[in-house]
């Protein structure tokens, strides 16, 4: 059984920073692709960023370039979602997904790539 448990969330100001966690038990997280998606009230989850397994290559949404930083610490099974420069609009749940496989995602930021999810940590930021 997978379980993915992030943490970290909470509120910050505008320009601020925030550093989310998600830890994972069931599943050692180095041999498999893994995602942080967001959803803010009224609105489709989204992509934030990805990042595989082989070659630790990552993506990002064009809305967090620059300013998110996706990292996985294996030795202690945790993925990591570094924000900054934080914007109003960043406002969301914020969560983690890992697919059902350790094949390499065609599409890493599709959210129908990930077949488990964490409960969600809310991020606000306040202008």
């Known amino acids: 059984q997978v379980q993915l448990v992030e943490s970290g969330g909470g509120l910050a100001q505008a320009g601020g920073s925030l550093r989310l966690s998600c830890a994972a038990s069931g599943r050692t997280l180095s041999r498999y692709d893994m995602g942080w998606f967001r959803q803010a009230p009224g609105k489709e989850r989204e992509f934030v960023a990805a990042i595989r397994w082989i070659g630790s290559s990552t993506y990002y949404a064009d809305s967090v370039k620059g300013r998110f930083t996706i990292s996985r610490d294996n030795a202690k099974n945790t993925l990591y979602l570094q924000m900054n420069s934080l914007k109003p609009e960043d406002t969301a749940v914020y969560y983690c997904?890992?697919?059902?496989?350790?094949?390499?995602?065609?599409?890493?930021?599709?959210?129908?790539?990930?077949?488990?999810w964490g409960q969600g940590t809310q991020v606000t930021v306040s202008s």
């Open positions: 997904a890992a697919p059902e496989t350790s094949k390499i995602l065609r599409y890493p930021s599709d959210r129908y790539e990930y077949r488990y």
